[in-house]
């Protein structure tokens, strides 16, 4: 029974400590088109998740922006977004990735704590329960790229027809001086 109190306290100050990490890292750390956040080839860009029905299943688990709104950001998307609006959801989808990898590296700790049997499923069971959160993030990501992607095309078009709009009012009034 020691052995499983020590390793329930010390899953409970890693996910505590793996949280509080998640909201200090910099943002600048984390690239979606870098290694480990880039799509893997695999991955089809998120076409496998959709074969083990990620889409059916994510929404059951507790989400963190549900739980401490003022903390977290949501995970929502809002009816009108800009691509900063994005680019944050997609950083954000690489932080909780990270910090649910790592949650599942040091949950092997319970080895320590919980000789046997115990630990081992204890440090099994922490994983599992961390895993599917690193697919709802790998399985989000591309499709958030896609939409920034769509979001800067579409402003790169309004800029051009603003440019064209411009130009044409200059050529007219260059033209009506003369």
């Not at 963190?64 to 949501?74: A, D, H, K, N, T």
């Not at 499709?143 to 790169?156: A, F, M, Q, T, Y």
């Amino acid at each position: 029974m020691d052995g499983l109190i020590k390793c329930v306290c010390y899953l409970l100050i890693l996910g505590i400590a793996a949280f509080l990490l998640g909201r200090i890292l910099p943002q600048k750390w984390f690239h979606y088109n870098r290694f480990p956040w880039r799509t893997w080839k695999l991955e089809q860009g998120g076409a496998i998740y959709r074969k083990i029905r990620i889409h059916k299943w994510k929404e059951s688990f507790p989400d963190m922006s549900r739980i401490f709104p003022g903390i977290m950001p949501s995970k929502k998307l809002p009816r009108k977004s800009d691509p900063a609006q994005i680019r944050e959801m997609i950083v954000e989808t690489c932080i909780a990735e990270g910090v649910h990898g790592f949650l599942c590296l040091t949950g092997l700790g319970c080895l320590f704590f919980w000789k046997g049997p115990g630990g081992i499923c204890a440090a099994v069971l922490y994983a599992l329960g961390n895993i599917p959160y690193c697919l709802i993030q790998r399985y989000n990501r591309p499709k958030l790229v896609k939409i920034l992607k769509s979001l800067k095309e579409k402003g790169r078009k309004e800029k051009r027809e603003e440019s064209d709009e411009e130009s044409t009012y200059l050529k007219l009034q260059y033209r009506a001086g003369t």
